[in-house]
């Protein structure tokens, strides 16, 4: 079975600037999660999706970050304009169903803003 | 005062020793609790999930709960180079409901 596929692996752009990041979760998942971990830190919930609904997005900094889950499938994380402090790991994670604490993540994608 | 307090290390500890990791927790309503193992530049991976208090054990690894200290813990028995990752705990009140809660982490370094 394939897992989270997330891509790039690794970005570094300068602060004002925009990003993207995709994640495609592991088939037939419901339940869509994108997190931020900070360096030496947990990852915080940023938005979470139930097929292509908005779940709980509470932790989503609006002003700059927005993501969607067009047809309940892949999503995208963008960042427009990027700030320092954004610099993390974005963690993509799926699971089965909103009911179900077991969590898969991808390998995240690396962003460095300068 | 955090939700999820966890000591971020580094633990070193020789190859073979019991490795015991642990978080506190502020809110009692804490209900359902995950051990993740994240290797360097990789996702979290599930390892241990336990409902409630009490122990739970597979193969090597025990998790524990006490939720009247608020407590939680996993043992990794004979610990292996391998075992070398960061451990994060995380918690939630209900699933679907109310989101993961994870700790800061703890990086474990076994010493072969």
């Known amino acids: 079975e394939a897992g989270v596929a997330q891509s790039p692996r690794y970005k570094i752009i300068e602060k004002r600037q925009s990003v993207a990041f995709w994640c495609n979760p592991i088939s037939g998942h419901a339940t869509l999660y994108w997190y931020q971990q900070i360096l030496g830190q947990g990852p915080k919930l940023l938005i979470q999706?139930?097929?292509?609904?908005?779940?709980?997005d509470s932790q989503l900094p609006k002003d700059r970050f927005s993501a969607e889950r067009l047809k309940g499938v892949d999503s995208t994380l963008k960042i427009q304009p990027a700030k320092l402090e954004d610099s993390a790991v974005y963690l993509c994670?799926?699971?089965?169903?909103?009911?179900?604490?077991?969590?898969?993540f991808g390998p995240g994608t690396r962003l460095t803003v300068l | 005062q955090k939700e999820v307090e966890q000591d971020p290390g580094p633990l070193s500890v020789p190859e073979g020793a019991i490795v015991s990791l642990n978080c506190t927790y502020s809110?009692?309503?804490?209900?359902?609790f995950m051990w993740y193992r994240q290797y360097s530049r990789k996702g979290p991976e599930l390892l241990m999930y336990?409902?409630?208090?009490g122990n739970k054990e597979d193969g090597r690894f025990t998790a524990q709960v006490d939720k009247s200290s608020k407590y939680i813990s996993l043992f990794i028995r004979d610990s292996q180079p391998s075992d070398s990752a960061t451990y994060l705990c995380?918690?939630?009140?209900?699933?679907?409901?109310?989101?993961?809660?994870f700790g800061t982490g703890t990086r474990l370094k076994v010493l072969a």
């Open positions: 336990t409902y409630s208090s």
């Open positions: 999706f139930q097929n292509n609904g908005v779940v709980d």
């Open positions: 995380a918690m939630n009140i209900s699933p679907g409901t109310y989101k993961y809660i």
């Open positions: 809110n009692s309503a804490f209900q359902y």
């Open positions: 994670a799926s699971s089965i169903g909103l009911e179900y604490n077991e969590q898969f």
